[in-house]
């Protein structure tokens, strides 16, 4: 019986025994590993099974580990261990959104009960439902496979003149909307630290306010230079104009109008939005992390600069060589607040790495000779386990 059972666990057993009895040393070895083997499980083509099975049925070959099941099915363990593979799979399924285009039309008026001779009269806005609004809502927003664009219309010629800036005609809403689309695709909602990812959502931002800057500014050209189609919003490239600081002519910018869009963006963005839209890109780089694998939360700057090279690279124009001189500053704004949130949530991720993720991270840290090593040793486990449990 016993030659029976040594002859299941082979020669790589064999090594385990170091002249000790080779009964006794394996039977010690399967009630030590029983329980965790037959308790931890992992997932397989949406199978859970144990780790037992797991190794039990891996083996190796010259395409590297693989799992076979009992219905004689294939899966290469080194792909099932990376996770670039399961981010590539989520960045594909990104490419068969049916994006849509809604337009909300918000009623403006003046508030007649409140009108004031001498003063500027109150503003109301309502919905199509008739719904008062509370505040000026936004002018757009993207949500993952949808674009809603807001037109304000007004109840007089004189207050539509004032609110038509808001509307996409002189606004460019939709370009900027549709760049956050643009972003998704190339790569924002990637895998990488929570600081960078933090920093990329805010520069998200930036990028898109720069193609709805590009935006007003081909349409300042193509109306006749017409000074009104660059909207409050970009006070500074109007100012600019008017002081004759840049002079747009063609319809691609020159390379100093080019720096002067980049900085000047980036500059008014973090000025007037960032305190406004930091707990939002905040709770956004979160949410994109959620599923992430602890091994994927790892800081990687060379993703990063390649996602961003993407984002910034905007009518054909790499505008990434100036911002990417510009984004320490918000680095530099990230709280400690911020930071110690983000430390509970790496810690969280690493307390319950699955096993394939452990094997990952093994693999990462310790090198692909332990990694091996420790498949190799978790297979003799099991095929000891399997021959000396506790039931044998």
């Given at each position: 019986?016993?030659?029976?059972k040594?002859?299941?666990?082979?020669?790589?057993?064999?090594?385990?025994?170091?002249?000790?009895?080779?009964?006794?040393?394996?039977?010690?070895?399967?009630?030590?590993?029983?329980?965790e083997f037959?308790?931890?499980?992992?997932?397989?083509d949406?199978?859970?099974?144990?780790?037992?099975?797991?190794?039990?049925?891996?083996?190796?070959t010259?395409?590297?580990?693989?799992?076979?099941?009992?219905?004689?099915?294939?899966?290469?363990?080194?792909?099932?261990?990376?996770?670039?593979?399961?981010?590539?799979?989520?960045?594909?399924?990104?490419?068969?959104?049916q994006?849509?285009?809604?337009?909300?039309?918000?009623?403006?008026?003046?508030?007649?009960?409140?009108y004031?001779k001498?003063?500027?009269?109150?503003?109301?806005?309502?919905?199509?439902?008739?719904?008062?609004?509370?505040?000026?809502?936004?002018m757009?927003?993207?949500?993952?496979?949808?674009?809603?664009?807001?037109?304000?219309?007004?109840?007089?010629?004189?207050?539509?003149?004032?609110?038509?800036?808001?509307?996409?005609?002189?606004?460019?809403?939709?370009?900027?909307e549709?760049?956050?689309?643009?972003?998704?695709?190339?790569?924002?909602?990637?895998?990488?630290?929570?600081?960078?990812?933090?920093?990329?959502?805010?520069?998200d931002?930036?990028?898109?306010?720069?193609?709805?800057?590009?935006?007003?500014?081909?349409?300042?050209?193509?109306?006749?230079?017409?000074?009104?189609?660059?909207?409050p919003?970009?006070d500074?490239?109007?100012?600019?104009?008017?002081?004759k600081?840049?002079?747009?002519q063609?319809?691609q910018p020159?390379?100093?109008?080019?720096?002067?869009?980049?900085?000047?963006?980036?500059?008014?963005?973090?000025?007037?939005?960032?305190?406004?839209y930091?707990?939002?890109?905040c709770?956004?780089?979160?949410?994109?992390?959620?599923?992430?694998?602890?091994?994927?939360?790892?800081?990687?700057?060379s993703k990063?600069?390649?996602?961003?090279g993407k984002?910034?690279?905007?009518?054909?124009?790499?505008f990434?060589?100036?911002?990417?001189?510009?984004?320490?500053?918000?680095?530099?704004r990230?709280?400690?607040?911020?930071?110690?949130?983000?430390?509970?949530?790496?810690?969280?991720k690493?307390?319950?790495?699955?096993?394939?993720?452990?094997?990952?991270?093994?693999?990462i840290?310790?090198?692909?000779?332990?990694?091996?090593?420790?498949?190799?040793?978790?297979k003799?486990?099991?095929?000891?386990?399997?021959?000396?449990?506790?039931?044998?």
């Open positions: 019986m016993k030659h029976t040594l002859k299941k666990v082979g020669f790589c057993a064999g090594m385990l025994l170091c002249g000790v009895s080779g009964y006794s040393l394996m039977h010690h070895v399967a009630q030590n590993n029983v329980s037959n308790k931890t499980e992992v997932v397989i949406k199978d859970t099974i144990s780790i037992q099975q797991f190794y039990y049925n891996l083996s190796y010259p395409q590297g580990w693989v799992y076979t099941t009992p219905q004689g099915k294939s899966f290469n363990v080194d792909s099932l261990c990376d996770y670039h593979k399961q981010e590539i799979r989520r960045q594909n399924s990104l490419k068969n959104i994006l849509k285009k809604q337009i909300d039309t918000i009623y403006v008026s003046y508030d007649k009960k409140l004031q001498y003063h500027e009269p109150k503003i109301i806005y309502k919905n199509a439902y008739a719904d008062s609004l509370p505040h000026m809502p936004s757009g927003i993207y949500n993952y496979d949808v674009i809603t664009i807001r037109e304000f219309k007004a109840d007089n010629p004189e207050l539509q003149k004032k609110i038509d800036i808001y509307n996409n005609c002189y606004n460019c809403t939709f370009d900027h549709y760049s956050h689309y643009f972003n998704t695709l190339n790569g924002i909602r990637t895998w990488n630290s929570y600081p960078i990812k933090f920093v990329e959502c805010c520069l931002e930036i990028s898109v306010n720069i193609k709805q800057c590009l935006s007003q500014r081909l349409n300042y050209i193509i109306n006749g230079r017409d000074i009104n189609f660059i909207t919003r970009f500074f490239y109007k100012n600019a104009i008017e002081n600081t840049i002079k747009p063609t319809l020159t390379s100093d109008e080019v720096k002067f869009i980049a900085n000047s963006v980036f500059d008014a963005w973090m000025k007037d939005k960032f305190d406004i930091i707990k939002q890109e709770s956004r780089s979160e949410y994109f992390l959620k599923d992430a694998p602890y091994v994927a939360i790892l800081e990687d700057t990063h600069n390649d996602v961003m984002i910034f690279m905007i009518n054909g124009i790499d990434w060589k100036y911002i990417s001189l510009r984004e320490k500053e918000i680095f530099e990230i709280t400690p607040e911020m930071q110690q949130k983000w430390q509970f949530l790496c810690d969280n690493f307390q319950n790495m699955s096993h394939l993720e452990k094997l990952e991270f093994l693999k840290t310790q090198g692909p000779d332990k990694y091996n090593m420790t498949l190799n040793k978790n003799i486990k099991a095929r000891i386990i399997s021959a000396f449990g506790k039931d044998r």
